[in-house]
C-alpha cells in the first residue's frame, strides 16, 4: 500500500507542476513487477519506472519484443549514483551495450527515488512523433553490483510487452489516478 501510495504522490506532484504549462500527455502501464508512467511535452518524453517489487535494475526497451528493442536499463549503487545503460539484444540474450543509440536517454532526477518505501526511476528522451509506442519492460531482483553501464547483467525475473497511448490526456483527478494502479 505505502508503494502505491507514495506513487500517487508522485504522479499528482508531477501532473501539478506540468498542468501549469498546459495538458499532460501520457499513458501508464503496470506488469506484476513494476510501472511504466510516460509524460509527454513538446521537446521530451520522461519515463519514470516504479518497482512494484524488491529491485536489482528495471528496463525499459523501445520495439515489441526482447530481440532488437532500444532498451534503457537503470540501477542504483551503493554509493547512491544511478547507472543508465543503453542496449540491445540479438535474442533472449544478455543485452550489449548500444554505442549509438537513435534517441539517447538521459537520467531524470526529479522523478528518481530510492527508498525503503519507495524505488522509482526515471529517463527522458527527445521527443519523437511516436503516438502507439510499443514497448517492452524487464525486471530482475539482482543489483548489477557496478556503476559501469557496461556492467553483466544477472537476467530479470520477468519481463513483458506493452503499448503505450502517447497521444493520451493525463485527468489530473486523483480518482483517475488511483484507477490507473
Ligand atoms: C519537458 O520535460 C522535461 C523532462 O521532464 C523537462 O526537463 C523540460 O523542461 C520540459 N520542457 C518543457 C517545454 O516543458
Ligand atoms: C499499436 O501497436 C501495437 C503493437 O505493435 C498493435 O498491436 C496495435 O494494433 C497498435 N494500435 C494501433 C491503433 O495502431
Ligand atoms: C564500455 O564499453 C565501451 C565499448 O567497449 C567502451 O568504449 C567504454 O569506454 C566502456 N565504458 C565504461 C564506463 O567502462
Ligand atoms: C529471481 O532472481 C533471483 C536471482 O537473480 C533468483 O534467485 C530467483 O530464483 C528469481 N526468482 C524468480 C521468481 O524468478
Ligand atoms: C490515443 O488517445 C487519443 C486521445 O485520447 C485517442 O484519440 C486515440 O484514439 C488513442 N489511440 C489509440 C491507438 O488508442
Ligand atoms: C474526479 O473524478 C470523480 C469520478 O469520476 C468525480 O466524481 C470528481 O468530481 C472529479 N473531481 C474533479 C475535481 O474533477
Not at 520495439?63 to 530481440?67: A, H
Not at 539482482?142 to 553501464?149: Q, Y
Given at each position: 500500500m505505502i508503494w502505491r501510495f507514495s506513487l500517487i504522490f508522485l504522479v499528482l506532484s508531477l501532473v501539478a507542476r506540468q498542468s501549469h504549462a498546459g495538458n499532460v500527455q501520457g499513458d501508464n502501464f503496470c506488469g506484476d513487477l513494476m510501472c511504466t508512467t510516460a509524460f509527454v511535452n513538446s521537446t521530451a518524453i520522461t519515463y519514470q519506472m516504479t518497482a512494484l517489487t524488491q529491485m536489482g535494475w528495471m528496463a525499459v526497451g523501445f520495439?515489441?519484443?526482447?530481440?532488437d528493442a532500444k532498451m534503457v536499463i537503470m540501477w542504483p549503487n551503493s554509493d547512491g549514483s544511478i547507472s543508465l545503460s543503453q542496449r540491445t539484444a540479438t535474442g533472449h540474450v544478455e543485452p550489449v551495450p548500444d554505442p549509438s543509440p537513435p534517441r539517447i536517454a538521459t537520467t531524470y532526477q526529479p522523478l528518481t527515488t530510492i527508498s525503503s518505501t519507495m524505488n522509482t526511476l526515471s529517463f527522458t528522451v527527445p521527443k519523437d512523433d511516436t503516438v502507439n509506442q510499443s514497448a517492452v519492460w524487464a525486471l530482475s531482483f539482482?543489483?548489477?553490483?557496478?556503476?559501469?553501464?557496461n556492467a553483466s547483467l544477472i537476467i530479470h525475473n520477468d519481463s513483458g510487452a506493452f503499448t503505450l497511448n502517447l497521444s493520451k490526456e493525463f485527468d489530473p483527478n486523483i480518482t483517475q489516478i488511483r484507477e490507473w494502479l
Open positions: 520495439g515489441t519484443q526482447m530481440t539482482t543489483n548489477p553490483d557496478s556503476t559501469s553501464p
